[in-house]
């Protein structure tokens, strides 16, 4: 049976200052944190939170985290609520809602409410707690007052026996180890914490402490590398926004055998394997990943658009412009790894190069804006399925590329006395504060930096969904697209059906069906079992063998099962379409070109 882990919350009233009508600082909810059997994935926690003496007050848990933009139902893990007043006394508690719960409190001035939390799912969104170690994310951990009042929120942790450490971006509180204040409830929400015996290695910038916290190194992840690393990134973001606008930062790393980053104001927590150090490949993505959520720290967690503030923590938080906010973070992620010296001129082309191709063979870009991708992040970005790459385009594949034709297209613009660093500075000036921008001021301030309209650059790239125009951006920097490889004169270009298919125990299943490719057209289905090519047997990992044996414009049938039944579909195989957006720098390259592209790379 798993052990039982109660959150406890202690709700005391206001304070009254003599002076009539004046009244005190509200009184902080206070939690305390504890694991006595961290091996059943349950978290402990007790809180005091005032009552101001009301008969009944609403508690409620976030459905959501910000920086993972979908409803993602926190309160599913709690359990077993219950509450008592000073006296012991039980109290009645209504579940109001699906993240609610009304508690009449008799007009005690103090409540103790008490749930039990299940913390056992491995994301940078949610919680884990094991044997080893505990990471706890504001959103679906804390419950409070529904009204949201201004208030700090305190929060004491008892660390689970053999653990010694508990780390977060939260303030210390006088008192002993493991005591933090939040000021507000944002700030508790946007501080994840870590319990446990990370290994942790410190450096300075600018005076100011940073932290890699490696929780599962194994004697195999090379954290002192990584730390060195992440040195040259944060002085190279620190060399393009002018300041660092934190009094300390934090890079947790959960090599955790999983993936993803999400960002917080002055912390990062990012999931990774154990071998992501051993190879070239896998090095430069860990950092790259992390370069992505460090970015952030300036691009959405302070120069954010207007819709993502203050947040509803109930509701979805609509915006259209996560193609700035998501895309131009990538971007730049890649771009201020080569610029601190981490990777080469040909690595990063070679990145860049990929996300444009990725674009260019998804046919949703040519369905959906990057405008609407932003809108539509709620509905769809987090909830793929097999047909979203016909029907939809990524905010951070596209916006990616949108930035790096959009900074080509300033740095032409004014002979690269301006690029869009500048436009990330000016906006950051003008807009990093409680209001966050409209996409109307974005745009006016990358025009007011290029010194030009842009407006026809927006309706294309930004608005519309038609074919990006990539020719400026290659003549401003003596780029061109290498000539794809030619295929041999006997053969021709490689059979194609359009399909994507994955080995499941033998059995061979389309995964994809690319719009209007020939498998779409003659009428292939997501989850038919592909059996036989004209009444031959393919075997699951043979597929790309076999297609090989025919030429384009061959027509073959297909035999697949589709719900047990047995069908016969002919295809006319089509060529695999081209390979054409590999980056290279043109032989032909003017010395200007060359200046604006080295300006480019150096920032």
Same mark, same amino acid.
């Given at each position: 049976?798993?052990?039982?882990?109660?959150?406890?919350?202690?709700?005391?009233?206001?304070?009254?200052?003599?002076?009539?009508?004046?009244?005190?600082?509200?009184?902080?909810?206070?939690?305390?944190?504890?694991?006595?059997?961290?091996?059943?994935?349950?978290?402990?926690?007790? +809180?005091?939170?005032?009552?101001?003496?009301?008969?009944?007050?609403?508690?409620?848990?976030?459905?959501?985290?910000?920086?993972?933009?979908?409803?993602?139902?926190?309160?599913?893990?709690?359990?077993?609520?219950?509450?008592?007043?000073?006296?012991?006394?039980?109290?009645?508690?209504?579940?109001?809602?699906?993240?609610?719960?009304?508690?009449?409190?008799?007009?005690?001035?103090?409540?103790?409410?008490?749930?039990?939390?299940?913390?056992?799912?491995? &994301?940078?969104?949610?919680?884990?707690?094991?044997?080893?170690?505990?990471?706890?994310?504001?959103?679906?951990?804390?419950?409070?007052?529904?009204?949201?009042?201004?208030?700090?929120?305190?929060?004491?942790?008892?660390?689970? &026996?053999?653990?010694?450490?508990?780390?977060?971006?939260?303030?210390?509180?006088?008192?002993?180890?493991?005591?933090?204040?939040?000021?507000?409830?944002?700030?508790?929400?946007?501080?994840?914490?870590?319990?446990?015996?990370?290994?942790?290695?410190?450096?300075?910038?600018?005076?100011?402490?940073?932290?890699?916290?490696?929780?599962?190194?194994?004697?195999?992840?090379?954290?002192?590398?990584?730390?060195?690393?992440?040195?040259?990134?944060?002085?190279?973001?620190?060399?393009?926004?002018?300041?660092?606008?934190?009094?300390?930062?934090?890079?947790?790393?959960?090599?955790?055998?999983?993936?993803?980053?999400?960002?917080?104001?002055?912390?990062?927590?990012?999931?990774?394997?154990?071998?992501?150090?051993?190879?070239?490949?896998?090095?430069?993505?860990?950092?790259?990943?992390?370069?992505?959520?460090?970015?952030?720290?300036?691009?959405?967690?302070?120069?954010?658009?207007?819709?993502?503030?203050?947040?509803?923590?109930?509701?979805?938080?609509?915006?259209?412009?996560?193609?700035?906010?998501?895309?131009?973070?990538?971007?730049?992620?890649?771009?201020?790894?080569?610029?601190?010296?981490?990777?080469?001129?040909?690595?990063?082309?070679?990145?860049?190069?990929?996300?444009?191709?990725?674009?260019?063979?998804? !046919?949703?870009?040519?369905?959906?804006?990057?405008?609407?991708?932003?809108?539509?992040?709620?509905?769809?970005?987090?909830?793929?399925?097999? $047909?979203?790459?016909?029907?939809?385009?990524?905010?951070?594949?596209?916006?990616?590329?949108?930035?790096?034709?959009?900074?080509?297209?300033?740095?032409?613009?004014?002979?690269? +006395?301006?690029?869009?660093?500048?436009?990330?500075?000016?906006?950051?000036?003008?807009?990093?504060?409680?209001?966050?921008?409209? !996409?109307?001021?974005?745009?006016?301030?990358?025009?007011?930096?290029?010194?030009?309209?842009?407006?026809?650059?927006?309706?294309?790239?930004?608005?519309?969904? &038609?074919?990006?125009?990539?020719?400026?951006?290659?003549?401003?920097?003596?780029?061109?697209?290498?000539?794809?490889?030619?295929?041999?004169?006997?053969?021709?270009?490689?059979?194609?059906?359009?399909?994507?298919?994955?080995?499941?125990?033998?059995?061979?299943?389309?995964?994809?069906?690319?719009?209007?490719? !020939?498998?779409?057209?003659?009428?292939? $289905?997501?989850?038919?079992?592909?059996?036989?090519?004209?009444?031959?047997?393919?075997?699951?990992?043979?597929?790309?063998?076999?297609?090989?044996?025919?030429?384009?414009?061959?027509?073959?049938?297909?035999?697949?099962?589709?719900?047990?039944?047995?069908?016969?579909?002919?295809?006319?195989?089509?060529?695999?379409?081209?390979?054409?957006?590999?980056?290279?720098?043109? !032989? +032909?390259?003017?010395?200007?070109?060359?200046?604006?592209?080295?300006?480019?790379?150096?920032?």
């Amino acid at each position: 049976m798993a052990a039982k882990c109660w959150v406890v919350l202690l709700l005391i009233p206001m304070m009254h200052a003599a002076t009539a009508g004046a009244q005190s600082a509200p009184e902080p909810i206070r939690y305390t944190l504890s694991f006595p059997a961290p091996q059943t994935h349950y978290v402990e926690v007790t +809180a005091a939170v005032p009552t101001g003496r009301r008969a009944d007050v609403e508690l409620m848990m976030a459905v959501w985290t910000p920086g993972s933009y979908l409803v993602r139902e926190y309160a599913r893990n709690v359990e077993a609520v219950t509450a008592s007043g000073p006296d012991g006394r039980a109290l009645d508690v209504d579940k109001s809602k699906k993240n609610h719960w009304r508690i009449a409190t008799g007009g005690a001035p103090t409540i103790t409410v008490k749930y039990r939390l299940y913390c056992r799912e491995m &994301s940078v969104r949610t919680n884990w707690v094991e044997t080893d170690f505990a990471l706890l994310n504001g959103a679906p951990t804390f419950i409070t007052l529904a009204d949201l009042a201004p208030r700090p929120h305190e929060v004491v942790i008892t660390p689970a &026996s053999g653990w010694k450490r508990s780390i977060t971006a939260l303030p210390a509180m006088a008192g002993g180890d493991h005591r933090y204040r939040a000021p507000d409830y944002d700030t508790l929400v946007d501080s994840p914490i870590v319990v446990g015996n990370p290994a942790v290695y410190d450096f300075d910038v600018d005076g100011k402490k940073h932290s890699l916290v490696d929780v599962g190194e194994g004697g195999v992840f090379d954290g002192a590398r990584a730390a060195k690393d992440l040195e040259a990134v944060v002085k190279e973001d620190r060399r393009l926004w002018g300041s660092l606008p934190y009094d300390r930062y934090i890079f947790f790393n959960m090599i955790t055998e999983s993936g993803g980053g999400l960002e917080h104001k002055s912390s990062t927590v990012l999931m990774t394997n154990r071998w992501s150090t051993r190879t070239r490949r896998a090095y430069l993505a860990w950092l790259q990943l992390a370069s992505h959520e460090y970015f952030h720290a300036w691009n959405i967690k302070r120069l954010r658009p207007a819709e993502l503030g203050p947040f509803d923590y109930e509701n979805e938080n609509v915006t259209r412009s996560l193609w700035i906010a998501e895309g131009f973070t990538d971007y730049y992620a890649d771009l201020q790894v080569e610029r601190a010296g981490l990777q080469t001129r040909d690595e990063y082309l070679e990145d860049l190069s990929n996300t444009i191709e990725l674009l260019q063979t998804t !046919p949703g870009r040519l369905v959906q804006s990057a405008e609407m991708a932003s809108f539509d992040a709620w509905i769809k970005y987090y909830r793929p399925d097999e $047909n979203t790459n016909n029907t939809s385009v990524s905010y951070y594949t596209k916006g990616t590329v949108i930035a790096f034709l959009l900074d080509a297209k300033i740095r032409k613009a004014t002979s690269g +006395a301006k690029s869009l660093d500048d436009v990330m500075r000016v906006a950051y000036q003008k807009f990093a504060g409680p209001k966050g921008y409209t !996409p109307e001021q974005f745009r006016a301030v990358a025009e007011e930096v290029a010194g030009t309209s842009l407006k026809a650059f927006w309706e294309s790239a930004v608005e519309g969904t &038609s074919e990006l125009d990539y020719a400026e951006a290659l003549a401003t920097y003596g780029l061109r697209f290498k000539p794809a490889a030619a295929a041999p004169a006997d053969r021709g270009a490689r059979p194609w059906p359009g399909v994507t298919t994955r080995n499941d125990n033998g059995r061979l299943l389309i995964t994809q069906v690319q719009r209007d490719s !020939p498998a779409d057209v003659a009428g292939l $289905n997501v989850d038919d079992e592909i059996l036989a090519i004209d009444d031959f047997r393919v075997r699951a990992d043979r597929f790309e063998n076999r297609l090989e044996q025919y030429k384009n414009g061959d027509k073959v049938t297909f035999l697949v099962a589709r719900r047990e039944q047995l069908v016969r579909i002919p295809v006319t195989l089509g060529a695999e379409p081209p390979k054409g957006w590999r980056l290279d720098v043109s !032989p +032909a390259a003017a010395e200007t070109q060359r200046r604006l592209f080295e300006g480019w790379l150096k920032g």
